[in-house]
Every structure is written in C-alpha cells, then in structure tokens.
C-alpha cells in the first residue's frame, strides 16, 4: 500500500492551518502542522516530507529567511502562502528557491491542485534512460538523478531551475521567449509570471559563476529571450 505523500505544513494561524490541514487529508496527503519556523525546520530535519506550506509571516522567522536557510540544506518543494500579492515579493519567493507561492485569501481546493502539480512536476522518473548524456562540451543532463554538471561540477539547482536550464542546454543555440520557457518548464505556466522566467535566469547564472567567474553560457537576447550560446 502506497504511503500518502507528506505536507509540512508551517503556518501560526490556527485557522488557516485548520482549512490547509482538512483539504490536504480530503486529497489522500497526510499533513503535518507546524506553528513556528524553529519547529517546522526540525520536523523537515526527521525526514520523509514530501513538500512544504510555508507562510511567509511567521512568529519567529520571516519565511523568506526560513526558505534560504532550508535551500542550503534540502531540496524539497516549497510552496509560499503570502498575504501579499504584489509581483516584487511572489519574485524575490522564487528567486531564493520557493517553487510556488499562493495568495491569501486562497481557495482549499487550488491549494490542493498546486500541490499536486509541484509533486508531479518535481517527482522523479521510475523509470527510463539510465546513462548520464553529455548535451554539450560543458554541460550534462542526468535524467534519472534531474541533475546537471557544468564543466564537471553537479549544480545545486531547484526543480524550477533545472527544467528552466535543461531546456536551454538540450537546445543549444535556439532563442526561447519567456512564455516559451514558462510553457516547457512550468506544468502550469498560466500561474506565472514573466518576472518568473527572470528571476530563475539570475539565479542559474549566479550558480554558473559560482563555477567559472568569467563563463556566461546563457545569453540573453532583448526582446526575445534567451538561448545558450553555441560552443565555440
């Protein structure tokens, strides 16, 4: 019998916590309430959590802050809940690693849809080619693992990121607008925005300079997109 997928769920408002509890549970997911920041961190810690609620205003931590701190240390999916819905804080969510956000006052039955969609998207294949494939002379896509090295060294990419990175690096030279990119990256591109594509593009960069300083394989083309350039 298959377990049920667990939600973390880090929220101080009983109330809203109550209503993310009960849809969760109507779904088949089993969810798990935490008030506080400091106590969510170390329930992730026990493992065995399959996504993550986070609001963004915590007692005792802002959730942008807890979000970082998580993204040193796992990789598990995180959606935002904010009661803020202007466009600078949905970025600056996704451009420290959340994989979606959601703004109050929300729908149970989207909470539940988005959830679904974020494990479906992030969840590994059971099956399929085995054999990592070098795509180019610097990069490579392991399709088993959803990992990708940049001149040997495996990047420390959020699922976002690397679908967003992937589809460059399998298309070398090829020009992608950004609601192309929203489109092959995003299981539900309607929910983005073109600040999105943006701010994935800042943070792979970055990544890729933490490797080579002076290499910069993604270009950007105004008014278009970006591609990554040919090898030389």
Known sequence: MLMAPKVLIIEDEAAIADTIVYALKTDGFEPVWHMTGEDGRRRLAAGDIALIVLDIG???????????QIR??????IMFLTARAEEI?????????ADDYLVKPFSPREL???????????????AGPAPQ???????RIDGTRMAISYLGRPLDL??????????????PGRVFSRDELMNLAWENPEA????????H????????????PKGDPIETRRGFGYCLKDAP
Not at 89 to 97: A, C, K, Y
Not at 112 to 126: F, G, H, Q, S
Not at 158 to 169: C, G, K, P, Q
Request: charged residues 30%; positive net charge.
């Open 58 to 68: 915590l007692p005792d931590i802002s959730g942008l802050e807890l979000c970082k």
């Open 72 to 77: 040193h240390e796992s990789a598990v999916p």
């Open 89 to 97: 804080d949905r970025v600056v969510g996704l451009e420290i690693g």
């Open 112 to 126: 539940t849809a988005r959830v679904k969609a974020i494990l479906r998207r992030t969840a590994r294949p059971a």
């Open 133 to 139: 494939q070098a795509v180019t002379a610097v990069f």
């Open 158 to 171: 959020s699922r976002s990121e690397f679908n967003v990175l992937a589809t460059l690096v399998r298309h």
């Open 192 to 199: 983005c925005l073109d600040r999105t594509v943006d701010a």
């Open 201 to 212: 593009i800042k943070n792979i960069r970055g990544k890729l300079r933490a490797v080579d």
